[in-house]
C-alpha cells in the first residue's frame, strides 16, 4: 500500500475508502434523506460486516467511540431506528451495482493469476446457501411448516488455489431449486463451471453446449446416457471412463464414474475429452471451496445474524457482506501478502482500529522458532494431595472410607 495515497490513520478508514462509491454522490439520490446518506448508509453497514457488529446498538456504540470512523462514514451521530428503516428501504439494485464495481476491481488485480495448478486452470463453482429465518417474524419465506429460509445462489471464481471470490449472487426464496437458478448463473466463459447435482439436466446440458462453456458437473442415475466409446482409466479410483450420447441431437459428451476414500460412487459428466481423468476427479474435488466459503462468510461476516426480516433488507444484507470480503481480498491483492484469505482477514479485523502502518508490519511479521530440538522427558512426580478439610466432601475419600 502506498501511504502517501492512503491519507488515513486507521484500517478500517483506508478499507472504506477502496469502495467505488462514486455513483452515490447525486444529491438528487439523497432527496429527504439528509441526516443519513445512501452513501453513509452503506459504509455503516460495511463497517459493520467487517467489525462483526452484533446489532443496531452495537453500531451505535463504535460510532460514538471512534470520531474518526464517523468523519469517514460522513455522520455525526445515527439512531438505530434510522438504521433499520434505510436499510428495508434501500433499493437492492444500487447495493448490487456496487457489489458488480467491486467484482471488477478485483478481476482486475487477479488477471496474472493462472487458477489452479496441474493444468486444471481457473474454474467457477456454482451452488446455493441457505439462510434460516425466525419463524415468527418471516411468515413470508416459509419453506414447510417447521422450516424458513432463503437461499444465495453463489458463482465462485477460482482464480488460484488462495484466491477466491464470488463475481455473482442471485438471492432468492428458499423454494426455488438450484436446477432452477442454472440459466442465470451458468454464462459465457473461459473457466469450468463446476456444479454438484441440482444442476445438471438434459436441457440444461443442451444450453451449455449451446453456449460452448466447459463443465464438470455431478449427476444423479436418472440422467440416461448410451455408451459410444470407452478409455483405459489411468487412476484406480476411476471405474469407468467414457465418451457418450444423452441426446440424439446434441454432440457426445465424456463420463467418469469414480470412487473416494469412504467407496461413495462419483458420477461425472463432462465436455472436456482433453483432460485426464485424474484433472476431471481433481476438478470436481475442488467444488468442496465453496462449500468451506459459504461456511467461512456465514462464522465471519455474520451472514446468519440478519439486520432485517423484509425480504429487500436482507438481499440488501448478502450483498455488504460480500461487499466486505471483497474489499478484504482487493487488500490482500494490493498488500501482496501470501497469506490465505482466512488468515488475511483475521489479521484484519484484529487491526481494523489501528494504522494501516501497524498493519502493514503485523503482515510482515515472522514468528520466531523458539524449539530447540528434542529433551528428555521428565519423569513425572507424583501429584500431591489436597486437603479439602471437615467440611466439604471428596468423593475419593468417601469412596474409600466405605469400603474400609
Known amino acids: 500500500m502506498n501511504k502517501k495515497s492512503i491519507g488515513r490513520e486507521m484500517l478500517i478508514c483506508q478499507c472504506l475508502s477502496l469502495l467505488p462509491t462514486e455513483d452515490f454522490d447525486c444529491p438528487l439520490m439523497d432527496y429527504r434523506n439528509y441526516k443519513l446518506s445512501t452513501k453513509s448508509l452503506i459504509k455503516t453497514f460495511v463497517s459493520a460486516q467487517l467489525d462483526q457488529w452484533s446489532s443496531y446498538e452495537h453500531i451505535e456504540e463504535k460510532l460514538d467511540a471512534y470520531p474518526k470512523l464517523r468523519k469517514e462514514i460522513g455522520i455525526q451521530e445515527i439512531s438505530g431506528s434510522q438504521l433499520s428503516r434505510r436499510i428495508n428501504d434501500l433499493p437492492t439494485e444500487l447495493v448490487q451495482k456496487l457489489f458488480i464495481k467491486v467484482v471488477e476491481k478485483v478481476s482486475q488485480l487477479t488477471k496474472g493469476l493462472k487458477g489452479l495448478p496441474n493444468g486444471l486452470g481457473w474454474l467457477r463453482i456454482v451452488d446455493s446457501t441457505e439462510i434460516r429465518l425466525p419463524e415468527n417474524l418471516c411468515n413470508w419465506a416459509h419453506i414447510s411448516k417447521k422450516q424458513t429460509g432463503v437461499k444465495m445462489h453463489t458463482r465462485l471464481v477460482v482464480a488460484s488455489p488462495d484466491v477466491v471470490y464470488p463475481d455473482k449472487i442471485v438471492p432468492s426464496s428458499g423454494k426455488l431449486s438450484d436446477f432452477e437458478s442454472s440459466d442465470v448463473m451458468v454464462e459465457e466463459s473461459d473457466a469450468i463451471y463446476v456444479m454438484d447435482r441440482g444442476y445438471p439436466s438434459r436441457e440444461n446440458i443442451m444450453s451449455w453446449q449451446k453456449k460452448e462453456v466447459s463443465f464438470v458437473v455431478r449427476i444423479s442415475k436418472s440422467l440416461r446416457l448410451g455408451i459410444l466409446e470407452e478409455y483405459t482409466p489411468t487412476n484406480p479410483s476411476v471405474v469407468q471412463d467414457s465418451k457418450v450420447s444423452y441426446t440424439v441431437s446434441q454432440p457426445p459428451v465424456r463420463y467418469i464414474e469414480f470412487v473416494d476414500e469412504k ?142
Not at 460412487?265 to 462449500?291: G, K
Not at 445474524?305 to 487488500?331: C, D, E, H, R, V
Not at 498488500?335 to 494501516?356: A, C, D, G, I
Not at 530440538?373 to 471428596?394: E, L, M, Q, S, Y
Open 263 to 404: 467407496q461413495r460412487i462419483y458420477r461425472i459428466l463432462t465436455d472436456r475429452f482433453d483432460l485426464t481423468d485424474q484433472q476431471v476427479m481433481e476438478i470436481y474435488r475442488a467444488r468442496w471451496t465453496i462449500e468451506l466459503f459459504f461456511k467461512w462468510i456465514k462464522q465471519h461476516l455474520r451472514l446468519t445474524k440478519i439486520w432485517s426480516t423484509n425480504p429487500q433488507g436482507i438481499w440488501n444484507q448478502m450483498f455488504l457482506a460480500l461487499i466486505a470480503y471483497g474489499l478484504s481480498l482487493i487488500l490482500k491483492l494490493q498488500t501482496q501478502s501470501n497469506k490465505s484469505p482466512w488468515e488475511f482477514f483475521r489479521l484484519l479485523q484484529t487491526y481494523l482500529f489501528k494504522s494501516v502502518s501497524s498493519f502493514e508490519r503485523a503482515l510482515k511479521f515472522k514468528k520466531k522458532k523458539i524449539s530447540k530440538g528434542r529433551k528428555k522427558v521428565p519423569i513425572p512426580k507424583p501429584k500431591p494431595t489436597a486437603d479439602f478439610g471437615n467440611v466439604a466432601i471428596n468423593k475419593t475419600e468417601k469412596k474409600k472410607r466405605k469400603h474400609r
